[in-house]
């Protein structure tokens, strides 16, 4: 394992020697992380449900959001559809931008960040997402 270090603006980066080749670490701390995030996918009637085909839950988009940005950094999602990383970043005190060039998610975005967001913990136990590491 690689030893980290926090950069001046408080982020965890790779510490380098003198001629920039990453240090590695002879002591492993803590627990890895595992390939897998349990956070099953939404029941069908749980509010949060929006009716979008390809709706991921807002938990999952916060976990992600959470791993790589701090409060009131932007979040930027080109792609945005449902809105749903809109509406956790949203939640997670960060700046965003949604794009998207279907006319209705853009709507249904304007109307999830303008209510109050809806974060479901009704959801059923199944299949969990895999995030390959």
Excluded at 37 to 48: D, G, M, R, V
Excluded at 79 to 88: D, E, L
Aim: charged residues 25%; proline residues 5%; aromatic residues 6%.
């Amino acid at each position: 394992m690689q030893e980290r270090v926090r950069n001046s603006k408080g982020k965890s980066e790779y510490k380098k020697d003198s001629k920039g080749n990453v240090v590695l670490s002879t002591v492993k701390k803590g627990v890895p992380l595992s390939d897998v995030w349990e956070i099953p996918f939404l029941n069908p009637k749980a509010k949060e449900r929006c009716g979008y085909p390809t709706q991921k839950p807002v938990k999952l988009l916060q976990r992600v959001i959470e791993l790589v940005t701090n409060e009131n950094d932007i979040v930027l999602d080109p792609f945005c559809g449902s809105g749903t990383t809109c509406v956790a970043a949203k939640s997670l005190n960060r700046k965003f931008t949604g794009i998207d060039k279907s006319s209705e998610a853009v709507i249904l975005l304007n109307k999830r960040i303008s209510l109050t967001y809806v974060i479901s913990e009704s959801f059923e136990r199944g299949t969990p997402f895999l995030i390959a590491s």
